[in-house]
T-cell receptor, first 112, second 116 residues
């Protein structure tokens, strides 16, 4: 059974801090790893990673994948209160249904 | 990405009743899914909505409890039948766009159901 473990489960930082969110996984026939930000209801897509060592970057957010060690990190620099959210990591295995297996999420709180 | 609209966005339901959630996408998509997120939990896939055929359900979910329709490539419904308080959850419609290397899954705004 596919498995995704995120750490830490929750994190409190102050504005301007840099945070690193971790995601480790076990999946049969890995295809991709995805990061989402969930503020109220719907998760919003951040990154899809398929290859090791290639950093994806969007503004203050960046992410990288290590397929050998089976983990990914999501970095947020110069955090703002608007970054407060739950960050979800999911993996997709190769199969007919493109099923995503999600981790429990990391709750990030950014204090002013 | 697609614009994914869900209705209702929120509802309070009586135990034993059924509710149908609608999902409308602004473009034709092949891959369409229904997820559930129970309070304090992460997302769990209920089923893949297949256009023109029966949905494919994940382990622990059955058609009698969660019937799904997919009449065309832009629309799907999920019914939560004979509801109990354990069905209180956010139900999320999602669509997938494939590239050669992977599929990006986007989510609708969700439907927050509370069963009393």
């Amino acid at each position: 059974e596919d498995k995704v473990v995120q750490s830490p489960l929750s994190l409190v930082v102050h504005e301007g801090d840099t945070v690193t969110l971790n995601c480790s996984y076990e999946v049969t026939n890995f295809r991709s790893l995805l990061w989402y930000k969930q503020e109220k209801k719907a998760p919003t897509f951040l990154f899809m990673l398929t290859s090791s060592g290639i950093e994806k970057k969007s503004g203050r957010l960046s992410s990288i994948l290590d397929k050998k060690e089976l983990f990914s990190i999501l970095n947020i620099t110069a955090t703002q209160t608007g970054d407060s959210a739950i960050y979800l990591c999911a993996v997709e295995g190769r199969g007919a249904n493109s099923k995503l297996t999600f981790g429990k999420g990391i709750t990030l709180s950014v204090r002013p | 990405s697609a614009v994914i609209s869900q209705k209702p966005s929120r509802d309070i339901c009586q135990r034993g009743t059924s509710l149908t959630i609608q999902c409308q996408v602004d473009s034709q998509v092949t891959m369409m899914f229904w997820y559930r997120q129970q309070p304090g939990q992460s997302l769990t896939l209920i089923a893949t909505a297949n256009q023109g055929s029966e949905a494919t359900y994940e382990s622990g979910f059955v058609i009698d409890k969660f019937p799904i329709s997919r009449p065309n490539l832009t629309f799907s419904t999920l019914t939560v039948s004979n509801m109990s308080p354990e069905d209180s959850s956010i139900y999320l419609c999602s669509v997938g766009y494939g590239t050669g290397s992977g599929n990006t899954i986007y989510f609708g705004e969700g439907s927050w159901l509370t069963v009393v």
